[in-house]
């Protein structure tokens, strides 16, 4: 994979192949942290399983992402609706750039539960053949977008042009490889191809399309905005235009953000969990009835605790005018999610049977949700 550093005019032959084996290397640590789950799991439930009722967890390990599509779990957190829920369980948690590396503190045990994207959820529940994680709730839908130089008009303007996305097997990273395919280009998860994808953090990629030593990328929100707002680039893809509501009855809604929790941890401690989602369901219930400038300056003042900066206003406004918060993980959209990481060549096909556990969300949210068929709800 190669990946381009902001400041300099070409990376090292020695430096890329280095990259490429750092690459290769997250990736089987990745498989490797969700086997473990995997055995963990399926040696709780010979032995040592717990009784039916559980017990309440004397700590919530809680892992969540600095962009705003992770709102509901910034607002749980800085207006303590997730630790009022959890009572006498202590609340713990931990800021993550990107959903593979959530995924692999979860597979290990450093976090219980996590805020993520739906595809690094879907390549663990494969992994592991169903053993390690379960999706509990969504979080917020839309929000993605592929922002371009302004000289590029159409898919057929991106021919040996480079972009970037968060992370390798993330969910924009596959939706990019996605709709790249669809319109007739072959990508290779290391960066070669049609159209070379390389996976960059946010505020580098920033960095390199303001350099011009990016084409684009298909960035979350706030860094959509901020390329558009603060460095000219102008929107070639929303995605939620790729969506017309045929999987979920809600034209344009498709999951950013879910929530997920260690399959172990939920059955051994079943009302934390329930705790956890109360708080939750209060954090999107106050993000979708609160004033928007009320709502900007709290998810503000969260980004500048959790990312180390505040955002300016017509970014933050911009950003949570394209994002929909909301409880349902949209269930029905996940086997084409799926089919979408087997085409990008991130995943393999898989019977995503069990993946969603939606029970306790269920008797805790005022509207039901449901789990397609994929699960228990």
Not at 241 to 265: A, Q
Request: aromatic residues 4%.
């Amino acid at each position: 994979m190669t990946r381009i550093v902001a400041g300099e005019s070409q990376t090292p032959k020695r430096r890329r192949a280095l990259e490429v084996a750092l690459a290769v290397g997250l990736v089987l640590l990745i498989s490797v942290g969700a086997v473990v789950a995997s055995a963990v799991a399926r040696d709780s439930n010979a032995s040592a399983a717990p009784d039916a009722a559980g017990t309440p967890a004397a700590e919530l390990k809680l892992g969540y992402f600095g962009n705003i599509t992770h709102a509901p779990a910034m607002v749980g957190v800085q207006k303590g609706f997730i630790a009022k829920s959890l009572g006498d369980t202590k609340l713990s948690t931990q800021v993550f750039n990107a959903g593979p590396a959530a995924i692999e503190a979860l597979n290990a045990g450093a976090i219980d539960a996590t805020y993520i994207g739906p595809n690094p959820a879907i390549n663990s529940f494969v992994k592991s053949k169903g053993e390690s994680v379960s999706v509990i709730a969504g979080a917020a839908s839309g929000g993605a977008q592929l922002v371009v130089k302004p000289e590029i008009k159409s898919a057929a303007d991106l021919k040996g042009k480079t972009l970037a996305s968060p992370q390798l097997g993330g969910t924009q990273d596959v939706a990019l490889r996605a709709w790249l395919g669809k319109q007739g280009y072959k990508t290779t998860p290391d960066g070669g191809g049609d159209v070379a994808i390389n996976p960059t953090e946010n505020a580098q990629t920033l960095k390199l399309f303001q350099d011009g030593k990016l084409d684009g990328a298909w960035l979350p929100e706030p860094w959509a905005s901020r390329l558009v707002l603060q460095a000219g680039a102008k929107v070639l893809v929303d995605e939620k235009d790729l969506w017309d509501g045929s999987l979920t009855g809600k034209p344009g809604e498709f999951p950013t953000t879910i929530l997920i929790v260690n399959k172990k941890f939920a059955a051994e401690h079943p009302q934390t969990v329930e705790a956890l989602l109360k708080g939750h369901v209060e954090a999107v219930k106050w993000l979708n009835d609160a004033p928007a400038a009320e709502k900007a300056a709290v998810v503000n003042a969260a980004l500048k605790q959790d990312a180390g900066k505040a955002l300016a206003q017509n970014v933050i406004d911009r950003s949570l005018k394209n994002i929909t918060f909301t409880v349902d993980p949209l269930a029905g959209t996940y086997k084409k999610l799926l089919q979408d990481g087997v085409d990008a060549g991130t995943t393999k096909q898989a019977d995503l049977n069990g993946l969603f556990d939606l029970r306790a969300l269920n008797s805790v949210a005022t509207e039901k949700t449901t789990a397609a068929g994929l699960g228990q709800d």
